[in-house]
Nanobody, 118 residues
């Protein structure tokens, strides 16, 4: 239901753009966002955005990362600038989807690796 792409290896100070497209029985999507999990650490919220456009960012990425959505494509993006080695993690997209059947379901993407070298 969620297909993420755009991870990779980049040097510190560089940029990457992640994309995540939702598919299937989608009436509407509430929150769409990104989480990350570094080795030995818990999964944490990076950024999310409501259907109305309100955004929420982790303090560690404010001013460097930007989340955006294309509601016509059911896609969420994460533009990551000024990357740091501590941003290295597996990044997961997440979405709260309301189906045509009226169910509200939380979905997770498969994860995409982001590695920032120093």
């Amino acid at each position: 239901q969620l297909q993420a792409s755009g991870g990779g290896l980049v040097q510190a100070g560089g940029s990457l753009r992640l994309s995540c497209a939702a598919s299937g029985s989608i009436f509407s999507i509430n929150h769409m966002g990104w989480y990350r999990q570094a080795p030995g650490k818990q999964r944490e919220l990076v950024a999310d955005q409501t259907s109305g456009g309100s955004t929420n960012y982790a303090d560690s990425v404010k001013g460097r990362f930007t989340i955006s959505r294309d509601n016509t494509k059911n896609t969420v993006y994460l533009q990551m600038n000024s990357l740091k080695p501590e941003d290295t993690a597996v990044y997961y997209c997440a979405a709260q989807i309301i189906t045509y059947s009226g169910y509200t379901v939380d979905y997770w993407g498969q994860g995409t690796q982001v590695t920032v070298s120093s």
